[in-house]
């Protein structure tokens, strides 16, 4: 493909990002387990876990679109687009998740969307090194809060557990991958840095 055709395709995915349009390639993981019986307050905090996840599995998309768009080789733009891949699996078991305790995801999701996709095409620009090493940085930041969800949920709510957990293996695979590629780990100060940004995410889209 050129590079208008890659622009298309990028647009096309940003689309079904937004508008619930993508579908998972892998089964659902929480499939297993039965609906345990939450109490309102339990239930809300769920819902507002979930929100904050699935923002950030669509943040996730717009950073691998704007980091493949921009990548100098075809080795890092494949590895990038294939993480993006197994993301958007992420990506519609949140939304599942939601729909089934009967929320919603966030209204700034396309705010962030846009953000997100010009960061990752500024990092694209900075060299695949850099770009690889912007997913590692990214994915720490992601495992850390996964762990803070699941240390959060109620133990009989093995649905959202088992979602979570998913997720959690394959942040961590994607962030040893992106080093193993030759990305450049980040000094810790812009690690906590980019903590600090992701936090206004999750405060936000936990609410709104």
């Not at 590079?3 to 689309?15: A, K």
């Not at 904050?52 to 493949?68: D, I, P």
């Not at 997720?167 to 780990?185: I, S, Y």
């Amino acid at each position: 493909m050129n590079q208008l055709d890659e622009i298309i395709c990028s647009f096309d995915r940003g689309l079904r990002t937004l508008t619930g349009g993508h579908q998972a390639v892998r089964d659902y993981p929480g499939a297993n387990f039965s609906e345990a019986p939450l109490s309102e307050e339990e239930r809300a905090h769920i819902v507002g876990l979930m929100r904050v996840n699935h923002t950030g599995e669509v943040c996730a998309q717009a950073l691998y679109e704007g980091q493949a768009l921009t990548a100098k080789g075809e080795d890092a733009k494949s590895a990038l687009l294939a993480a993006a891949g197994e993301e958007q699996d992420h990506l519609v078991w949140c939304e599942q998740r939601l729909s089934e305790l009967e929320g919603g995801p966030s209204a700034l999701a396309p705010v962030f969307f846009g953000l997100s996709f010009a960061v990752g095409a500024a990092a694209g620009l900075l060299g695949d090194r850099v770009s690889l090493g912007f997913v590692e940085a990214t994915e720490d930041q992601v495992v850390k809060h996964l762990d803070g969800h699941l240390a959060s949920l109620p133990d009989e709510d093995r649905r959202t557990r088992e979602v979570l957990e998913a997720m959690r293996a394959d942040e961590t695979r994607h962030g040893e991958e992106a080093l193993a590629r030759g990305g450049v780990e980040f000094p810790k100060p812009l690690k906590q840095t980019m903590q600090l940004l992701a936090r206004a995410m999750t405060l936000t889209s936990y609410r709104i």
